[in-house]
């Protein structure tokens, strides 16, 4: 069992940057991928970034790719998802996800989610 909490969404300019956090409970972080998802309205929830338990692999979303970066830290428990570079079509709530089977690129390959973050980019 773990339980996620996501920080860090809000408003910003098209252009700029925001860094998003995930702090996960419990003392078995480690041993989950983690992947973040995104949701605008209307649209299925996508893929944005994924990480496997030890950090060593990463995988991107061809809309992140070269501007997002997903990174870990076993000892805080969190996973953060940094973005620049944010366009206004990037705009949606984003997800912190954990899977117990690796990592993977599919929101049906997780098994716990965090309530999401608003992400919000001005044109």
């Known amino acids: 069992q773990v339980q996620l909490v996501e920080s860090g969404g809000g408003l910003v300019q098209a252009g700029g940057s925001l860094k998003l956090s995930c702090a996960a409970s419990?003392?078995?972080?480690?041993?989950?991928?983690m992947g973040w998802f995104r949701q605008a309205p209307g649209k299925e929830r996508e893929v944005v970034a994924a990480?496997?338990?030890?950090?060593?692999?990463?995988y991107y979303a061809d809309s992140g790719k070269d501007r997002f970066t997903i990174s870990r830290d076993n000892a805080k428990n969190t996973v953060y998802l940094q973005m620049n570079s944010l366009k206004p079509e990037d705009t949606a709530v984003y997800y912190c996800?954990?899977?117990?089977?690796?990592?993977?690129?599919?929101?049906?390959?997780?098994?716990?989610w965090g309530q999401g973050t608003q992400v919000t980019v001005a044109s």
């Open positions: 990480i496997s338990r030890s950090g060593a692999t990463t």
């Open positions: 419990g003392r078995t972080f480690s041993t989950y991928a």
């Open positions: 996800a954990a899977g117990v089977r690796g990592l993977g690129v599919a929101a049906r390959e997780y098994t716990y």
